[in-house]
């Protein structure tokens, strides 16, 4: 849409200003070629010899405002003439169209660009000249016409049907068409003389401005003007965007793409750095079990991990060590209760380096639809925390419940009393024997006591063992689900380009718009 501001830009003043003077005065401007004799009805319209006419060059330098008393206008260096008996009409003679005078051409675009009506003179002689139609036909649907043959006379034949059949060629419009002999109307006027019959339609005409061009009229063909350039403009615009339409569906694909192709990129560097660390899972669990441990197994496992992890714990707690390490940055995500932030720098080099791969081809994609490509580096910057962020809540949510509920049926009561009841029973049996002896006054072997302890040693070591086996398999089969989950929520929503994803979204809405706008003119 670049291209387009400036038009677009001059097109909303115009319109603004179009809208705002709904009510005023109706301004007339005569246009055609030279010689055909605007000045001439000008002066005619008038009954005086306002402006000065030539038959064989151009006479009309500046252009000349008839207008009403007491009306205001803001036409500077024109030349004003007050006293025209038309109250709701300003009617301007404009230089020739085809001069080969640029500052003349130049005055006769200023005057249509600001009337409402525009009379196009024309004579036997010329009234197809290519120079007046480039002026006229910017301002098709635009502007209201009406034809004025202005030199005719009843032994010429008419070029009404030609001349109206070449306009709706050009898809012009016209409201009305009139046959006038404006030299002979003016010599009439100068003279007092009664009304001929070889003025033709110049009766009709002076009836036509002062008559039917009613407030109520004039307000139609205003409002007619402003909404046919609205309805170019919107037009315009449609056309413009319809044309970017592949372009713009290639730039969707092509961000759609980007972001799958650097999501499962990133999903291998975060499986790979962090999720293929099974003494992570390993840790998280059981530290979930020691603080759920019942029981003699239970509190055995806890003693054991807490010893397994004192090393780690004591490096955490000397200066320069703390926070060292992705896996012990993400363990202390799975394990603390507390709400925060963790920053564990997943997007590496290697992720920076697939982004900027990805980027390229959007920017690429971008360029051909003549968007402006945003800067790689910001985004960079919202993908390392969006990517943080998202393992962060993978890892706080459904991986950390996933440990909390493996955790939970480990320790829950009825498994901690199957684990518990072998050793329990063993020991039960042997204070019976202990008891049972002490009471008969017998001594028992030493031996008796070092086999119980050996037995209830090997007891509580293969529990522990089977215990163990069971959390790491629940570790595995938790990481297999954050795994899954982490997957998921990768393809969920898109985490890259999306100063890119806003651009293509706004062009996709403008273009809604537009096609809506135009549906409602239409309408």
């Given amino acids: 849409m670049q291209r387009e501001l400036p038009l677009l830009r001059a097109r909303l003043v115009e319109l603004r200003e179009r809208s705002e003077r709904v009510e005023d005065v109706l301004i007339v401007a005569l246009a055609g070629g030279s010689g055909v004799g605007k000045s001439t009805l000008l002066n005619a319209l008038a009954g005086d010899t306002l402006a000065e006419t030539s038959a064989m060059r151009p006479c009309t330098a500046v252009p000349t405002v008839y207008h009403p008393p007491g009306v205001k206008l803001e036409f500077e260096g024109w030349r004003h003439i007050s006293g025209s008996a038309l109250e709701q009409l300003v009617i301007i003679d404009t230089p020739d169209s085809d001069t080969i005078l640029r500052e003349h051409r130049e005055r006769v675009v200023q005057v249509l660009a600001k009337c409402d009506l525009i009379l196009l003179c024309g004579s036997q002689e010329k009234y197809l000249d290519e120079a007046t139609w480039s002026l006229l036909r910017p301002l098709q649907e635009e502007r209201a016409f009406i034809c004025v043959e202005t030199k005719a006379t009843p032994e010429v034949p008419s070029i009404r049907e030609h001349w109206l059949g070449r306009l709706a060629e050009q898809d012009f419009q016209v409201l009305d068409y009139f046959r006038v002999s404006a030299l002979r109307s003016l010599d009439r006027k100068i003279a007092g003389r009664a009304l001929s019959p070889e003025e033709l339609d110049f009766p009709r005409l002076e009836v036509f401005l002062r008559d039917e061009l009613s407030h109520e009229r004039i307000v139609r063909i205003k409002r007619s003007n402003v909404a046919g350039l609205m309805m170019k403009t919107v037009a315009s615009l449609c056309e413009r965007m319809e044309e970017a339409g592949p372009r713009l569906a290639a730039v969707v694909e092509e961000i759609a793409n980007a972001n799958r192709d650097l999501a499962r990129e990133s999903l291998e560097v975060v499986e790979r750095r962090l999720f293929a660390e099974s003494h992570l899972w390993n840790y998280a669990l059981g530290r979930e079990i020691s603080l759920r441990a019942k029981g003699i197994v239970g509190t055995l496992f806890r003693v054991l991990e807490g010893l397994r992890s004192l090393p780690a714990r004591m490096a955490g707690w000397l200066p320069g060590i703390r926070g060292v390490g992705l896996g012990r940055r993400a363990a202390s995500v799975l394990t603390s209760r507390e709400m925060i932030q963790d920053d ?24 051909r639809a003549e968007f402006e490509v945003p800067d790689s580096a910001p985004g960079l910057q919202e993908y390392r925390e969006a990517l943080n962020h998202r393992v962060t809540q993978v890892l706080r949510g ?29 020991f039960l049996y042997a204070a019976y024997i202990i008891l049972n002896t002490y009471f008969h006054a017998t001594v028992l072997d030493i031996a008796f006591l070092v086999h ?42 898109p985490l890259a380009f999306a100063r890119e994803q806003h651009m293509a979204a706004e062009a996709i809405e403008l273009l809604s718009t537009l096609h809506e706008l135009r549906a409602s003119l239409r309408q």
């Fill in 344 to 367: 564990l720098q997943i997007a590496t080099e290697e992720v920076a380096l697939r982004y900027e791969a990805q980027h390229s081809e959007v920017a690429l994609a971008l360029t």
């Fill in 398 to 426: 459904p991986a950390r419940d996933g440990i909390i509920r493996y955790a939970r049926g480990l320790t829950s009561w009825p498994l901690t009393l199957l684990l518990d009841l072998p050793p329990l029973a063993f």
């Fill in 452 to 493: 119980s302890a050996s037995v209830i040693g090997i007891v509580l070591l293969a529990e522990l063992s089977v215990f163990a086996i069971a959390a790491r398999t629940c570790a595995w089969a938790a990481r297999r689900r954050a795994v899954r989950a982490l997957r998921a929520a990768f393809l969920q929503q």
